[in-house]
């Protein structure tokens, strides 16, 4: 029997690449997806295919709508025709209250995780309406505890996009459901990655917050995986335009 095939978008680095290492460990083939972090991308690749499945790492911005069009494309010719997609790049933008935010930063972080993952989320319905593999296809969109909590202080720009990720899985899931595909998020909260760092701009982010968090701590890459993997499996076969809060009680 063939393998599933899933694609994830941003999926080089924190929880796109622990999704990757999770699935190929569960026999899925992985199209790993990176923006510039090649190196990264290609430890990704060399550790699904460690686990024995296939694995290929392909550039692209997901804010792009050519590139995203070639992705997928590349992907199917790479692998084989998708079952799985996780839509999962994104950024937040430089942390602050919205009256010190200029309107690049809110540009930058709309194009990526609204227009791109919209983008995103089309080129993998058509891809998946097309798959001659009818069992088991599945879209699974990354958001954010931030749609319910409103990031206020931080980037209310951000929480704005991933309550627009929400809307489209909602109505994306009653779009497909004829189709028997499937389409789900998980709206992760604090999540030990380097977006704090490297998008955020505050390193010390997780530390900050973690004592606020009902658990007391932040989530692993590997918990917020977990969840994605479920809701791309069989196991979730009758859930569809759900949003899977994985926020340790926030
Ligand atoms: P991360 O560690 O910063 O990794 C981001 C990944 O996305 C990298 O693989 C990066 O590629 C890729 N990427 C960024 N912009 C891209 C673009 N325009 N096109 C293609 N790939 C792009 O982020 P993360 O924390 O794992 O976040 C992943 C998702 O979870 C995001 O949607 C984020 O909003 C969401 N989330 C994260 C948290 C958290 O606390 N970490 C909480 C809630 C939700 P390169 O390696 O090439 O740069």
Not at 197 to 215: K, N, Q, Y
């Amino acid at each position: 029997m063939t393998r599933p095939v899933l694609l994830v978008t941003g999926g080089s680095r924190g929880i796109g690449a622990a999704t990757c290492v999770m699935a190929a460990g569960r026999g899925y083939d992985v199209a790993v997806n990176y923006q510039s972090n090649a190196r990264a991308a290609a430890e990704v690749v060399a550790a699904c295919v460690g686990k024995g499945v296939k694995a290929v790492a392909l550039q692209g911005d997901m804010a792009d709508e050519a590139d995203i069009v070639r992705v997928f494309a590349e992907a199917k010719a790479a692998l084989g025709p998708l079952t799985h997609v996780v839509n999962n790049a994104g950024i937040t933008g430089k942390s602050g209250p919205l009256v010190d935010t200029d309107a690049a930063i809110i540009r930058e972080c709309i194009d990526v995780n609204v227009t791109g993952a919209i983008l995103v989320a089309r080129e993998a319905a058509r891809a998946l309406i097309a798959s001659e593999r009818v069992e088991g296809r599945a879209l699974v969109n990354i958001s954010s505890v931030a749609a319910e909590l409103g990031s206020p202080g931080e980037y209310v720009w951000y929480a704005a996009s991933k309550g627009a990720v929400d809307s489209l899985t909602i109505g994306l899931a009653k779009e497909l459901a004829g189709h028997g595909i499937r389409v789900n998020a998980v709206a992760p909260g604090i999540t030990e990655t380097e977006i704090h760092a490297l998008s955020t701009g505050e390193a010390g982010r997780v530390a900050r917050l973690a004592p606020l968090i009902p658990l007391k701590r932040a989530a692993t890459a590997d918990e917020i995986a977990e969840a994605v993997l479920f809701l791309l499996s069989e196991a979730s076969s009758y859930t569809t335009g759900i949003i899977l809060k994985v926020g340790g009680g926030r």
